[in-house]
């Protein structure tokens, strides 16, 4: 009985899709040579997929329902990389197997694969950064790649006028974008979050804007090329060598992220982040002071995204505006979301699985953004969590004071 | 004078088409308290579809002002139903989540549409045919205000009527008022609160197909991309006016349009967005209600 109303309630939703994509899926006019082409395959795709697609949705949302019932009684099920997490007997070897791998895989693979990964960790490190921002704060950040490119723009222009080396321009990098996320955030935290939202995001295209026209600043769209790489007391590296070495760098970026963001979260500030995305008037009833709070947490996030440009300007040795549209915010957010606002494990998972899938399944590279926008929204309606959702502290009792609270 | 003029009907214009789009986002924020991103896109995909039928009719020999009034009301229809199919997917089943997750959802719904247009069409940009027919305006004035113009803006004026008369006087208007101004209570009064927003979702994306189509053959060109910038422009129109308030996206749309006019005409149109941006930003800091807004109060 109830398959049968889904198949039927399902054939509906196809034939609304393949009615409601015709035009755009089917029909395909060449107005220069005046012929319309007639895509009729394509609508049965559509048929087919939106059939399939909203069986899939029917089936998800009923497990959804059902389990938001069953779950107060229900033992939590623990993921696997949880569990590894906790018992210290897993953690140690894992660890150590992946300092292995991590510390090997350069001297192993191609000058290509190198370069790859130093872009996946890029990403990783982005996506910790916003995830202090949008994930523990709760204020989403649509503007983040304006910092990203502060960053890279303060090192291009530094190193071309001046001269200056990376490993000095690095902070200098994460301090500009640190004030940048301070000018920023002054007026506009105050703000509710949708407004803040699209602030960001216009903040963001003025940037890009900026640096496409001003010319004599930036150089316009043509960017900045024969952007030093980072060097190491003098010593020219051949480019493989130069690789390996900012992927090394990138390692230690990587790790000293987690382990700051670690420390942030449980930290007398992290908490009052948490407090403030979850409630912001019992926070202020509280006694946190929401706009510092709040300007901590989007400073911290920029300073993040100007290390990283920096970095990327190294990595590269040439930027132009165009590396900094709305779409590597986009990417960034989607890490977060994917990945499980506040949870350090889930966004590092979902950078390195949206940077690497889309690199070795090039013939898909079309569709990748495609993906994304439906990840988000998929993940929005059936998994809000994320992929791995962050765990919260919490404070266990022990045997003897169960005891005592049971029976006093 | 002259010059100061032709900025001036070209602010006009181009203030015409945010409040049309502007008015989508400021019903359903009235309504849902969501900014619904994908908005911007709902406005593309109306002018790409009034683009297909129009070249396709053309084809098959039609002309004149048949292919306008066919190809405007399937862009209509269509943009109402890609409205209603996005509501249904990406923000009902989000209604009791907290806020930022449909706000996230409708920006993965954005990318997705781009994205969508962008495979499934093409990523160049698509000339525009002009659909709307020349009108013989005396000489004098012929520099100052173009027939489309003209068209724009009386079709604008005419709809903002029709859409203050609907608001008003009928039951689905009045449903609407009832519902933004307290769901809970509105339902508990017999409103199908669901079918309210549904409905808000398919009015506010017929408008925006109209300004879709008007601006399309205006400019005489589009392409996958139009929806996000518009979407962008017709938010801070929507701000800027004080979101929720239909005639502030009026008064929004044409403050916006005379400052970007103004300005590129007058100080450099290489920064162009970004006056508007810059429009944004201060009217959020300096009166974050808007021009016409309320004061909301935020309750526990």
């Known amino acids: 009985m109830n398959i049968i109303t889904g198949i039927k309630d399902s054939l509906l939703v196809s034939l609304w899709f393949i009615l409601l994509t015709f035009p755009i899926m089917v029909i395909r006019v060449n107005t220069i040579e005046n012929v319309v082409e007639w895509r009729w395959r394509n609508m049965l795709l559509v048929g087919a997929g939106s059939f399939i697609l909203s069986l899939v949705w029917r089936y998800l949302h009923k497990r959804k329902e059902a389990g938001g019932q069953e779950s107060p009684d229900e033992p939590e099920t623990v993921p696997l990389v949880r569990r590894i997490l906790d018992t210290p007997r897993l953690l140690i070897p894992a660890l150590i197997a992946l300092g292995i791998a991590l510390a090997v895989f350069p001297f192993t693979f191609s000058v290509y694969q190198v370069n790859i990964m130093i872009t996946a960790i890029m990403f990783v490190v982005l996506g910790l950064g916003l995830n202090i921002v949008v994930g523990l704060a709760g204020l989403l950040d649509l503007g983040y790649v304006a910092f990203y490119a502060v960053g890279a723009y303060s090192y291009a222009l530094l190193n071309y006028h001046y001269d200056v080396g990376f490993w000095i321009a690095l902070p200098i990098g994460a301090l500009l974008a640190f004030s940048a996320g301070i000018l920023l955030g002054f007026p506009v935290l105050r703000l509710r979050g949708d407004y803040l939202a699209i602030v960001t995001l216009g903040f963001g295209e003025i940037i890009r804007l900026i640096l496409e026209n001003w010319n004599e600043f930036s150089f316009g769209p043509s960017g900045i090329s024969n952007i030093d790489r980072p060097g190491f007391f003098g010593i020219d590296f051949s480019f493989r060598e130069a690789s390996i070495y900012i992927y090394f760098i990138m390692i230690g970026l990587c790790l000293f992220t987690i382990f700051v963001v670690n420390r942030l979260e449980k930290s007398r500030i992290g908490r009052a982040w948490i407090a403030l995305r979850e409630d912001e008037i019992a926070c202020q009833a509280m006694g946190i002071d929401k706009t510092k709070t709040k300007l901590a947490a989007f400073a911290l996030g920029a300073t993040w995204a100007g290390m990283i440009g920096v970095v990327f300007a190294a990595k590269t040795t040439f930027i132009n505006p165009a590396s900094f549209t709305f779409m590597e915010s986009a990417i960034i957010l989607c890490i977060v979301v994917l990945g499980g606002m506040g949870s350090i494990l889930g966004v590092m998972l979902a950078a390195i699985i949206l940077i690497l899938l889309p690199e070795y399944l090039r013939a898909f590279s079309d569709y990748r953004m495609i993906v994304f926008g439906a990840c988000m929204v998929l993940m929005m309606v059936f998994r809000p969590q994320g992929l791995i959702s962050g765990g919260r502290s919490i404070y266990q009792l022990n045997q003897a004071q169960k005891d005592l609270q049971k029976d006093p | ?300």
């Not at chain 2, 203030?15 to 593309?44: C, D, K, P, R």
């Not at chain 2, 405007?72 to 249904?88: P, R």
């Not at chain 2, 719904?109 to 698509?126: C, E, G, H, K």
């Not at chain 2, 005419?158 to 101004?181: E, H, P």
């Open chain 2, 1 to 300: 004078m002259d010059y100061f003029l032709e900025l001036f009907v070209g602010g006009l214009t181009r203030g015409s088409i945010y409040a049309l789009i502007a008015l989508g986002y400021t019903m359903v924020y009235g309504i849902i308290q969501l900014i619904n991103f994908a908005h911007g896109e709902i406005y593309m995909i109306g002018a790409f579809t009034a683009l297909i039928v129009s070249s396709v009719l053309a084809m098959y020999g039609m002309e004149g002002i048949s292919v306008l009034i066919i190809s405007t009301v399937l862009a209509v229809m269509y943009s109402a139903a890609y409205g209603f199919t996005v509501e249904k997917i990406a923000y009902k089943p989000l209604r009791q989540a907290p806020r930022l997750s449909p706000l996230i959802s409708a920006i993965g719904m954005s990318i997705f549409l781009q994205n969508y247009v962008l495979l499934a069409q093409t990523s160049d940009f698509l000339p525009f045919p002009s659909l709307i027919p020349e009108i013989d305006l005396p000489e004098r004035y012929q520099h100052i205000i173009g027939s489309s113009e003209l068209v724009i803006v009386s079709v604008t004026a005419l709809v903002m009527i029709g859409l203050t008369i609907f608001i008003k006087f009928t039951k689905i208007g009045k449903a609407m008022r009832a519902t933004a101004q307290d769901r809970s209570m509105a339902m508990l009064l017999g409103v199908n609160v669901n079918r309210v927003i549904s409905n808000t979702f398919i009015l506010g994306s017929a408008l925006a197909a109209i300004g879709g189509v008007l601006i399309a053959s205006h400019v005489g060109r589009i392409n996958f991309y139009i929806g996000f910038i518009a979407g962008i422009k017709a938010f801070t129109t929507a701000v800027l006016g004080g979101i929720g308030s239909i005639p502030g996206a009026v008064l929004g749309g044409l403050v916006l349009g005379w400052t970007e006019s103004f300005a590129t005409g007058y100080i450099s149109s290489d920064y162009e967005d970004v006056f508007s941006f810059v429009l944004l930003v201060v009217i959020l800091i300096f009166k974050p209600t808007g021009l016409l807004g309320k004061t909301l109060v935020q309750k526990v």
